[in-house]
């Protein structure tokens, strides 16, 4: 994780137009990046492209940044997530023609070899030392939460996914949520 | 929708944050945040709350070429890239520096009675002394307030070209951003005196700006102690040497 203090002080550079801080900033924050959206996009070449829109926006954009308002890396990680996240259902307007084989007419299945999210979600609570307030939280709740957060899941998506009706996990989301943050809170 | 309704602000941030807010409701909340400071807020705490879970997200190696796409597209990049572009990849840049400082010099004559401590001098020797001079521009890029210090005076002199109205409680903060640097505060500027301001500042023009290239504004709480982080700027310009 890189040092934020570090971070702060390669951002306000960049905001002055500092190749060789831009450079720095992109070998130290790139892979944590490029891990989130490709957890998202689960396509190198989508979170590829996702990255490179992410660091030229953190070029014009880094003027704006305000170490006061948030964290650099949490900063960083909201431009990616949103990229990923636009990126992802723009994506999905387009996959129906993209993935209509023009020879069958028939639908090609891309494989989705993403482990759990839970495992993720778990972890993280690990990391702050929240496990127990997680897991307090109701199974059907975390799930839509890991789905959610990680794979940029949609509601009709988690719906899909779990097989369960769309307005039981609108419900699920919003107490998740809630219950998500008074552990959050916590740390 | 009633969005002074904090719990209403909450859950849109939550969901935004999280990324469940989709389509229209997500542009909706974008233009909101950018509009209103309390969705920002509201916005930056659950960015804040949620960035955790993604540390334990395995890191991966993006390809060389993104560093490569990203460079050519923000100027840098080898030299035989940057021919590729055209003269459209230097010029554009010197064109927009040059723009600049032209605007900057242009309302100065449009403004020529703005340059307060100018004005005996202008009339006594029919120039303008030698200074420091900033066209300091809101987000939209419409020339806001105009500061202008003479080389090796104290003071800086702001005149208001149109309103400037700090969120309540904030004030306005003039900052100095080095070439190689991090910006450093150059005080808080007095609010108009109809549409003058005069502040004080802890060195000569000569001494604090020689190696500043561009100004900026801020709205702070308190006048930033010193390596303090400015916040987002509100009005930013070029800082030109008029000699």
Same mark, same amino acid.
């Given at each position: 994780?890189?040092?934020?203090?570090?971070?702060?002080? %390669?951002?306000?550079? @960049?905001?002055?137009?500092?190749?060789?801080?831009? /450079?720095?900033?992109?070998?130290?924050? &790139?892979? $944590? +990046?490029?891990?989130?959206?490709?957890?998202?996009?689960?396509?190198?070449?989508?979170?590829?492209?996702?990255?490179?829109?992410?660091?030229?926006?953190?070029?014009?954009?880094?003027?704006?940044?305000?170490?006061?308002?948030?964290?650099?890396?949490?900063? %960083?990680?909201?431009? @990616?997530?949103?990229?990923?996240?636009?990126?992802? /259902?723009?994506?999905?307007?387009?996959? &129906?023609? $993209? +993935?209509?084989?023009?020879?069958?007419?028939?639908?090609?299945?891309?494989?989705?070899?993403?482990?759990?999210?839970?495992?993720?979600?778990?972890?993280?609570?690990?990391?702050?030392?929240?496990?127990?307030?997680?897991?307090?939280?109701?199974?059907?709740?975390?799930?839509?939460?890991?789905?959610?957060?990680?794979?940029?899941?949609?509601?009709?998506?988690?719906?899909?996914?779990?097989? $369960?009706?769309?307005?039981?996990?609108?419900?699920?989301?919003?107490?998740?949520?809630?219950?998500?943050?008074?552990?959050?809170?916590?740390? | 929708?009633?969005?002074?309704?904090?719990?209403?602000?909450?859950?849109?941030?939550?969901?935004?944050?999280?990324?469940?807010?989709?389509?229209?409701?997500?542009?909706?909340?974008?233009?909101?945040?950018?509009?209103?400071?309390?969705?920002?807020?509201?916005?930056?705490?659950?960015?804040?709350?949620?960035?955790?879970?993604?540390?334990?997200?395995?890191?991966?190696?993006?390809?060389?070429?993104?560093?490569?796409?990203?460079?050519?597209?923000?100027?840098?990049?080898?030299?035989?890239?940057?021919?590729?572009?055209?003269?459209?990849?230097?010029?554009?840049?010197?064109?927009?520096?040059?723009?600049?400082?032209?605007?900057?010099?242009?309302?100065?004559?449009?403004?020529?009675?703005?340059?307060?401590?100018?004005?005996?001098?202008?009339?006594?020797?029919?120039?303008?002394?030698?200074?420091?001079?900033?066209?300091?521009?809101?987000?939209?890029?419409?020339?806001?307030?105009?500061?202008?210090?003479?080389?090796?005076?104290?003071?800086?002199?702001?005149?208001?070209?149109?309103?400037?109205?700090?969120?309540?409680?904030?004030?306005?903060?003039?900052?100095?951003?080095?070439?190689?640097?991090?910006?450093?505060?150059?005080?808080?500027?007095?609010?108009?005196?109809?549409?003058?301001?005069?502040?004080?500042?802890?060195?000569?023009?000569?001494?604090?700006?020689?190696?500043?290239?561009?100004?900026?504004?801020?709205?702070?709480?308190?006048?930033?102690?010193?390596?303090?982080?400015?916040?987002?700027?509100?009005?930013?310009?070029?800082?030109?040497?008029?000699?």
């Amino acid at each position: 994780m890189p040092d934020p203090t570090e971070l702060t002080a %390669l951002l306000s550079r @960049v905001a002055l137009g500092d190749r060789a801080a831009f /450079r720095r900033l992109y070998d130290a924050t &790139a892979p $944590s +990046l490029f891990g989130v959206a490709l957890r998202i996009l689960n396509r190198r070449e989508r979170a590829e492209d996702v990255l490179q829109e992410a660091f030229v926006n953190v070029w014009n954009r880094a003027g704006s940044y305000s170490a006061a308002a948030s964290q650099p890396m949490t900063w %960083l990680t909201a431009i @990616v997530r949103n990229r990923a996240l636009d990126e992802l /259902r723009g994506a999905t307007r387009h996959q &129906a023609e $993209s +993935l209509h084989d023009e020879d069958t007419g028939e639908m090609r299945e891309i494989e989705d070899d993403r482990p759990n999210p839970i495992g993720l979600l778990e972890q993280a609570a690990d990391a702050l030392a929240i496990r127990a307030c997680l897991d307090a939280i109701d199974g059907p709740q975390r799930q839509c939460l890991a789905l959610g957060y990680y794979h940029g899941m949609s509601h009709s998506e988690i719906a899909a996914h779990l097989g $369960s009706p769309i307005g039981s996990v609108k419900v699920w989301l919003r107490r998740g949520l809630a219950r998500l943050k008074r552990c959050l809170d916590r740390t | 929708m009633n969005y002074d309704r904090p719990e209403l602000l909450d859950r849109l941030a939550s969901e935004y944050a999280f990324g469940t807010l989709t389509g229209r409701a997500r542009r909706r909340f974008e233009r909101l945040r950018r509009a209103l400071p309390a969705a920002d807020v509201a916005a930056r705490t659950w960015e804040a709350r949620l960035a955790p879970l993604s540390q334990p997200v395995p890191p991966a190696q993006p390809s060389s070429s993104v560093w490569d796409a990203i460079d050519r597209r923000t100027g840098g990049g080898p030299a035989a890239t940057r021919g590729e572009r055209g003269w459209r990849g230097w010029f554009a840049p010197a064109l927009g520096f040059a723009f600049g400082i032209l605007a900057t010099v242009g309302v100065i004559r449009l403004y020529p009675s703005t340059v307060i401590p100018f004005d005996d001098i202008v009339q006594q020797r029919g120039t303008l002394p030698a200074s420091y001079v900033g066209l300091l521009t809101d987000a939209d890029g419409a020339p806001t307030v105009l500061a202008s210090s003479t080389r090796h005076g104290r003071t800086m002199t702001f005149k208001f070209l149109k309103p400037v109205a700090p969120p309540p409680g904030k004030r306005l903060v003039l900052w100095a951003l080095p070439k190689d640097g991090a910006p450093f505060a150059l005080g808080a500027i007095p609010p108009p005196d109809g549409n003058r301001s005069v502040l004080t500042m802890s060195g000569t023009s000569e001494q604090l700006l020689s190696n500043v290239p561009r100004l900026a504004v801020s709205f702070e709480d308190v006048v930033p102690a010193p390596g303090a982080t400015p916040s987002p700027f509100a009005l930013t310009g070029h800082c030109v040497k008029l000699w």
